[in-house]
Nanobody, 126 residues
Framework: QVQLVESGGGSVQAGGSLRLSCAVS????????MGWFRQTPGKDYERVAV???????TYADSVKGRFNISRDNVNNILYLQMDSLKPGDTAIYYC????????????????????WGKGARVTISS
């Protein structure tokens, strides 16, 4: 059974940093599509960052230059380093994973992924 468990959420002031972790179990390998999504009340899920099976990364424009996604394939952990945080980053952050689509592409939408964590709350105060 595949399980994804997020940790590292919390509350910080604007300009601060947080690092989210996602412990992954039950997958035969980590080199698949893995990503972080976030959701705020009344809004759709936003794909924040994704790392594909080759290790290439993609970021939402809203977080480029501030967030960094990485993974530890030995210890089966996905990370999201978040710097220069803004109040607009306040959301529940979800870790998600999926086997690559044709051509190696990763799903863009939250519901296109196959496995999800339960989320970690991140609150940024001004």
């Amino acid at each position: 059974q595949v399980q994804l468990v997020e940790s590292g959420g919390g509350s910080v002031q604007a300009g601060g940093s947080l690092r989210l972790s996602c412990a992954v179990s039950g997958l035969s390998r980590m080199t698949i599509c893995m990503g972080w999504f976030r959701q705020t009340p009344g809004k759709d899920y936003e794909r924040v960052a994704v790392i594909d099976s080759e290790g290439s990364t993609t970021y939402a424009d809203s977080v480029k230059g501030r967030f960094n996604i990485s993974r530890d394939n030995v210890n089966n952990i996905l990370y999201l380093q978040m710097d220069s945080l803004k109040p607009g980053d306040t959301a529940i952050y979800y870790c998600a994973a999926a086997w690559p689509l044709g051509g190696g592409y990763c799903p863009e939408h939250f519901y296109g992924m196959e496995y999800w964590g339960k989320g970690a709350r991140v609150t940024i105060s001004s």
